[in-house]
């Protein structure tokens, strides 16, 4: 199994190429309104000079907004910059995984892995959805840990562990937390079954530990010190903690899906990958020994597998915890590349020594590629993709195409031939509402997207703001059931929409009958803001379902 340093990362490169290449071109040009929206227009506020929490409310780490409005600020606002940062980050990841596998598993299963994790790459969008650089830095922090566990190390590895593990809660928060905990636990853990059964593999000291536990909380406490100091701080422990605390698992829940349903092998892989591991532990075929030995009752393996294996199991249980609230592929995809990881080298232990592991890991496999290829013929098969017209993206992209001089067909429609597009758009009429508000407001002025009632929201296009270039009128511009919907926040929305003098809002009925399994069905019965908007602005032009209100 062992290779060359120089080979691996020649190999590695190899894959974020080929990765970044097939990323590029099966990428939908649709934009998504929701998620994707968060992080343009926060990066976009960014760059006009606001601080998250303070001027803006959101729910994620301050680096993704920070990179891509220094990307912004290098390349011009334009979407293209956040989605090339978004595929570099998503085939880092694919050659990562690669990288670390090929310590425990041959080619040919180390490429099987890397093919369905990239079918769940590709197929799901959520463009700057900031899991995916805290997914990479989780992989490489715990493959340090691994390493940390199994080897004689200096100092320096459990440092830089650490300081990944508090860079990736720059990027989401809780993935940060998540991330520390399970490295501790997993350490512990192995530090315990290493002294009490006197296995020949302790690398385990406290020293370390220590040294881990420092690196991890230098980002995280620079970040609060900065909170601190610009006034900051009271607003972030509301957008992460009091307000989540309170609402999220109440108004964000959402059931476990059907075992036959298309969202079933993502959210049930890593429940199933992690049960073969506690077995193969249970029925000890696995011990922390210097050399693979056999009796002729057990199957011994070296001691980094056993570590990667628990490392690993720890994290994807950790993470599958922390998803387990929003149950959905975009949401579990933080657990599920580690499970698919864990795969791996229990595939190779089929194979090579653990007779009884054949069956139920081919099932396993099985499942795995056949529901990532069945989810990305779900959800891609009618999009638009760059290779679908591939070399008119390319013209556009260089020619800069403005939204605003799309000739339309009509007074609410854009061509719907991929042809007449722009590089990324979203649907004819939102592209319509776009060109309105860029034409009838000045760039100086600022503009509300909300719904057509603010007693019960789902999500709102946040997107549209980047598109049309406009600030957001309020801070509150990102919609979450439980915020917008309270008395004190329309309170708020509406003394800021009088302070920015507003004079274009944007409202629209797309989600008004959508309604989960959970409390965002509900009604707060609060219709402040709502009642303002018929007092101080009337209908001036509709698109679809998107009618814009002028100021009377």
Known sequence: MSRSKTRISIEAIGIFFLSFALLFLSMTRKIDVYDEGIVLTAAMRISAGDILHRDFYINYGPAEFYILSWLFDAFGQNIIAERLFDLTVRAGILSVVYATLTAYCRKIVILFIITVCGFWLGSIGNHGYPLYPALLLAIIASRMMVI???????VWYPLIAGLLTGLAALFRYDTGFYIFIANIIAALTINYITKSKRESINYFNYKKLSAYILASGVPVAITLIWYWSSGTLNSFIHDIILFPSQYYIRTRGLPFPSLISWAAGAVYTPVLVVGIVLLVFFKKEIRFVGDSKQTKSHVFIHGNSAIFLIVFTVLTVIFYLKGAVRVSPEHMQLTLIPALMILAVLIELAITDIRWLKAPIAMIATLAFISAMHYGYKIRYTYSLVIQDFTGFYNKLITGVDISTINYTGQNELPLDLTSRPPFF??????????????????????????????????NDVSSYFQAQRLPATKWYHFDPGLQTSADIQSEMIHEFEVNKLRYLWLESTWDDINEPNESANSSGVTILDDYIRQKYKPEVTFGQISIWRRQ
């Open 148 to 154: 940390i566990l199994s080897e004689e190390t200096n």
């Open 426 to 459: 979203v649907d004819p009429d939102r592209e319509a509402a776009v060109r309105f508000i860029i034409n009838h407001t000045n760039p100086e002025d600022r503009v509300f997207i909300g719904a057509t009632r603010h007693d019960k929201v789902y999500i």
